[in-house]
T-cell receptor
Framework: AQSVAQPEDQVNVAEGNPLTVKCTYS??????LFWYVQYPNRGLQFLLK??????LVKGSYGFEAEFNKSQTSFHLKKPSALVSDSALYFC??????????????FGAGTRLFVKA | SQTIHQWPATLVQPVGSPLSLECTVE??????LYWYRQAAGRGLQLLFY??????ISSEVPQNLSASRPQDRQFILSSKKLLLSDSGFYLC???????????????FGDGTRLSIL
């Protein structure tokens, strides 16, 4: 079975500092990996995805993520955090369900607080 | 461009009452559709997904049901709500067929359901 883990419930960072939100995964084959962000009382918004190719993926709002196959990780990063980046972040991996459709497995989420 | 609409945004219902939450997608055809529940602002629990009209897959046993009467309409229902049905319900769509199997999901802004 495929799974994804976000080991930190919360990450605190000062504005202007680099941020990292961690994600590790477990899959039987090659993974499709995603990051989403959720602001209060809103749905999840897609940030970026890794399918194949370059291990460094760039996404929306200046975020990027690095795929590391040997460490089975897909950490989300940003060089300089903004207060407005404070939100709940979800890592996700794609799984083929037993009825032939693709099912996305979401991590438990990491809450990011950026202090001014 | 594609959009997804969920309503109502908030709902307060007594225990034992029926439920109907609606989700519609515009700007795409034959999407995969999903219902999730999010408890206490954390992880997502997949409730139902649909790969086509009238095709519903249930992920967890519960007193909720889903229907897809039209290509871009997905409805979450219950005949008798329980206290444990409280939560934030999210609808999502994705483009899944063929070469698009690595596409992300796109979420509505959710319905916050409170059971009294």
């Amino acid at each position: 079975a495929q799974s994804v883990a976000q080991p930190e419930d919360q990450v605190n960072v000062a504005e202007g500092n680099p941020l990292t939100v961690k994600c590790t995964y477990s899959v039987s084959g090659n993974p499709y990996l995603f990051w989403y962000v959720q602001y209060p009382n809103r749905g999840l918004q897609f940030l970026l995805k890794y399918i194949t190719g370059d291990n460094l993926v760039k996404g929306s709002y200046g975020f990027e993520a690095e795929f590391n196959k040997s460490q089975t990780s897909f950490h989300l990063k940003k060089p300089s955090a903004l207060v407005s980046d404070s939100a709940l972040y979800f890592c996700a991996v794609r799984d083929r369900s037993n009825t032939g459709g693709f099912k996305t497995i979401f991590g438990a989420g990491t809450r990011l607080f950026v202090k001014a | 461009s594609q959009t997804i609409h969920q309503w109502p945004a908030t709902l307060v219902q007594p225990v034992g009452s029926p439920l109907s939450l609606e989700c519609t997608v515009e700007g795409t055809s034959n999407p995969n559709l999903y219902w999730y529940r999010q408890a206490a602002g954390r992880g997502l629990q997949l409730l139902f997904y649909s790969v086509g009209i009238g095709q519903i897959s249930s992920e967890v046993p519960q007193n909720l049901s889903a229907s897809r009467p039209q290509d871009r309409q997905f409805i979450l229902s219950s005949k008798k709500l329980l206290l444990s049905d409280s939560g934030f319900y999210l609808c999502a769509w994705s483009r899944e067929q063929g070469i698009y199997s690595n596409q992300p999901q796109h979420f509505g802004d959710g319905t916050r359901l409170s059971i009294l």
